[in-house]
């Protein structure tokens, strides 16, 4: 279901019934909740012998070795062949395992492109769903309640707090994650970087991009 923000931004929400209270954005230095969820599950599954320590040991090795270096890596390639950027945009799991990037579960991956007319946020409003196997671990404040309502109804102004403004002509729209449905935002290449190999666009892609809180930005030794 898409949901109307203002007359340029728009929102795909897959999560009715939850409130959206406008608070400020912070990060929580304290354990949270998923902190003391974490650790009760894992000593249950342990206890009840569904799972070994060292199965969940392993698993956890496995999501540690995700980084956002990964999907920077999508990034590049996209930036600079134009058949994988529509295969990534057609299917964008595919287009992942395509580099070499294996998926350990169902979820689907949906790449969103950004352009001179429409710029794309992700949020995940239920909890904090997010493309762990392109990205590995989400931020902080991807996970708390103030991004997660904030970034529905007034994109705009979160975008202003992560010092990122959006014309006015420009739409924004704001993809909704949900469990198995899971969001990348193909950021747009920055002038100025037509001769830079893929390697080196790639260490100019941030996690923070594919979110889509932020643009890339390229500043030259001159600049």
Not at 139 to 157: C, I, M, N
Not at 165 to 194: K, N, Q
Request: proline share 7%.
């Amino acid at each position: 279901m898409t949901v109307g923000t203002d007359d340029n931004d728009h929102h795909d929400h897959d999560h009715p019934g939850h409130s959206h209270p406008h608070d400020e954005i912070s990060i929580a230095d304290a354990p949270g909740y998923y902190d003391f969820m974490e650790t009760a599950v894992r000593e249950l599954l342990i206890e009840r012998r569904l799972f070994g320590a060292d199965e969940i040991r392993r698993q956890i090795e496995v999501l540690d070795s995700r980084t956002p270096a990964l999907g920077a890596k999508v990034v590049a390639r996209a930036w600079v062949d134009d058949g994988f950027r529509q295969r990534l945009l057609d299917d964008g799991r595919k287009g992942c395992e395509e580099l070499g990037i294996m998926f350990y579960d169902d979820t689907q991956l949906i790449v969103v492109e950004n352009t001179p007319k429409v710029h794309n946020l992700i949020v995940c409003t239920l909890c904090s769903c997010y493309p762990r196997p392109v990205l590995g671990l989400p931020p902080d404040w991807y996970k708390l309640k103030p991004y997660r309502a904030r970034a529905v109804y007034e994109p705009r102004t979160v975008l202003e707090e992560f010092g990122t403004h959006i014309p006015d002509d420009v739409e924004i729209i704001v993809s909704d994650s949900t469990a198995m449905v899971r969001y990348l935002v193909l950021p747009m290449r920055p002038a100025g970087t037509e001769a830079m190999s893929e390697e080196d666009l790639a260490t100019l892609v941030t996690r923070d991009a594919m979110i889509g809180v932020i643009p890339v930005e390229y500043r030259t030794e001159a600049a």
